[in-house]
């Protein structure tokens, strides 16, 4: 009783583990916490190709996570008022890659958008037309704009997300890390959270992000994951995905891309930890809806709910 009161009061510090620190000493999973979160909550995988545009829908309230790139910022655009989005809460740039940004001037010059959440441009060191032009744009239709910090929380309905990790200097990639590779691990790592359902989102996070975000020690259980960088084989790592433990994966990539995502040994890797996977490329738009049990998943291609294995 009393080594329990101090890991409650005090886990985390002066030595003393935390109960998640416990947990995954022991492999098992924390026990959920919290009262479900009122009105429905859903995670879609926007069909946008070889691209990321994930919207998360909690009661009502919506936030974009990147938008694609700029040949299918149409299509987005249709598929969310299809969606019955007419304001988003939250847009937010994982980082600022082409295939992630090209649908966010389309958005922002069709759809009020509350607020826009940036990652450190400075670190990322990109400099493009189309970056500029969408800066541009929010300045004049005067969105605001924040820089991510990791630990800082935006609601979405009565969920949240939050920053778990705001990328690493390009300097420390790895000497073998190319120019876009570096650029990849100043990604936002997120988490979306409404009552027991958790989502995690790394961007495009190779290895080395994903190294450094695993030594902050925060929990990374969730019951789904983007597959980081579109399913390369550079992401989703064995330690990554033992401390995340998805009941489902959801892969963003285009149909027959010149990438070969998702790779085969990611594919393994979330076959080992055995989450189900799904695919934008096979199966369209994709959406996660939680339930007590777990996810009923609704795809373009089947048009129909079905639970997640």
């Known amino acids: 009783m009393v080594a329990a009161f101090a890991i ?26 919290g009262t479900e979160a009122s009105g429905e909550t859903s995670v ?9 545009a994930v919207l998360v829908c909690q ?20 598929t969310l008022r299809g969606m019955g989005v007419e304001r988003l809460a939250l847009l937010v740039m994982t980082h600022p890659h082409a295939d992630h940004i090209g649908g966010m ?17 400075a670190l990322a060191g990109v400099e493009s037309t189309q970056l ?19 630990g800082d929380s935006y609601p979405v309905g009565e969920g949240s997300i939050t920053v778990l990790f705001a990328g690493i200097d390009p300097a420390d990639a790895g000497e073998d890390a190319t120019v876009d590779d570096a650029v990849n691990d100043t990604s936002l790592c997120l988490m979306f959270r409404a009552g027991s359902f958790a989502f995690l989102d790394t961007g495009d996070a190779e290895q080395a992000e994903e190294a450094a975000l695993l030594a902050t020690g925060q929990s990374l259980r969730c019951v789904l994951y983007k597959a980081g960088h579109h399913g390369s084989a550079t992401s989703s790592t064995a330690a990554l995905l033992n401390a995340a433990r998805p ?42 809806t939680p339930t007590p049990d777990g996810l009923t998943v609704q795809d373009t291609a089947a048009g129909a709910l079905q639970p997640a294995a």
């Open 247 to 288: 009941l489902a994966v959801g892969v963003s990539c285009g149909l027959d891309n010149d990438y070969g995502h998702p790779h085969a040994a990611a594919l393994r890797r979330f076959d080992a930890v055995g989450a189900e996977v799904y695919r934008t490329d096979q199966e369209g738009s994709i959406t996660f």
């Open 105 to 121: 001037e389309t958005l922002v010059s069709a759809l009020p958008v509350d607020q826009v959440l940036l990652p450190d441009l």
């Open 44 to 52: 879609t995988f926007v069909d946008v190709g070889q691209g990321d």
């Open 59 to 78: 009661n009502g309230q919506y936030a974009l996570l990147d938008a694609g790139d700029y040949a299918h910022a149409d299509t987005l655009l249709a």
């Open 132 to 150: 500029a032009r969408l800066l541009n744009q929010l300045e004049a239709r005067k969105i605001p704009t924040v820089t991510a910090a990791a």
């Open 8 to 33: 409650h009061y005090g886990g985390g510090r002066s030595g003393l583990p935390t109960w998640d620190a416990l947990y995954r000493l022991f492999g098992m999973a924390p026990p959920a916490t």
